[in-house]
């Protein structure tokens, strides 16, 4: 008798789909991969849907909604193991930027009956409200990495996904550090890997896509910048996109707000 394919299920929260669609954009790994696993769950890319539980279940996107907090729950508690993919799923993504202001504000900003709008006044990561196994970052995720992820899941072992820097990217493709050579202010040192280092390679300075790196020293890329001419609100507002409620870079943006308030 054949051995039972683990299952695969994949779940989406408030996001953009980019960290889903980076799994399709696998094409033939996918195929590969369609062997390996049972798609059981995956409306990005299928209405069919096969019961839970599952083995291994992928979470894009950030809980935004009463409703939200009580589905991942019930996700949780039908998935051997969970995975979260992408900035909204371990950082809140761009939505978070609604957790330092009043969310009833934007509302009414945006909505003709603000009345008939329910959620939360904050976007937080999956792993704020059920326990995660492995948090796989990126805005979107790097398909070779979520490939890696999958698979080691499937097959019982631990993802081979580093936690350095993107400076190290940069090194590994020959690519001048563009705050050295060019004195433009960079993320890279404190960002965690996976790009393959893009912006530098176009002589821009790294955006923090991937959020912070395992061991980011944040006072001290604030100081680097600040050399290369950003101010206090300068550096709030680099620190304050794709990752801003991530604890490093929302501590680190919250100490320049308060710096730029005082001044």
């Given amino acids: 008798m054949a051995a039972r394919k683990p299952k695969l299920a994949v ?24 062997g390996a696993v049972e798609i059981a769950q995956f409306l990005e890319a299928s209405s069919a849907v096969v019961a ?10 950030s809980i935004t909604t009463a409703h939200d907090a009580e589905r991942i729950r019930q996700v949780r508690a039908q998935s051997k193991a969970l995975v979260t993919i992408g900035a ?13 202001h009043d969310i009833d504000d934007f509302i009414a900003a945006v909505y003709a009956r603000p009345d008939y709008i329910d959620t939360l006044a904050t976007s937080t990561a999956i792993a704020d409200h059920v326990p995660v196994d492995f948090e796989l ?19 019982g072992r631990r993802p081979a996904v580093s936690g350095h820097s993107v400076c ?17 202010p960079c993320l890279g ?27 980011p020293e944040m006072p001290a890329i604030s100081t680097v910048l600040a050399r290369h001419g950003m101010t206090p609100r300068d550096i709030q507002r680099i620190l304050s996109t794709f990752n801003a409620a991530a604890p490093p870079f929302r501590e680190e943006s919250e100490r320049h707000d ?6």
């Fill in 168 to 184: 190290l990217e940069c090194k590994m493709r020959g690519t001048v550090c563009v705050t050295v050579a060019h004195g433009t």
């Fill in 88 to 100: 909204c799923a371990t950082a809140g993504g761009i939505q978070a930027l609604r957790n330092f």
């Fill in 11 to 34: 779940w989406k929260f408030a996001s953009c789909d980019g960290c889903q669609l980076s799994l399709l954009d696998l094409e033939d790994e996918l195929l590969a991969l369609a």
């Fill in 189 to 215: 040192p404190v960002t965690q890997a996976g790009c393959g280092a893009i912006c530098p390679a176009y002589d821009r300075g790294c955006y923090g896509c991937y959020g912070p790196q395992d061991t």
């Fill in 137 to 155: 970052r990126g805005c979107p995720v790097n398909k070779y990495q979520l490939l890696e992820v999958v698979s080691a899941f499937a097959f």
């Fill in 258 to 263: 308060a710096a730029h308030d005082q001044g």
């Fill in 52 to 61: 839970g539980p599952y083995d291994l279940s992928l979470v894009e996107g």
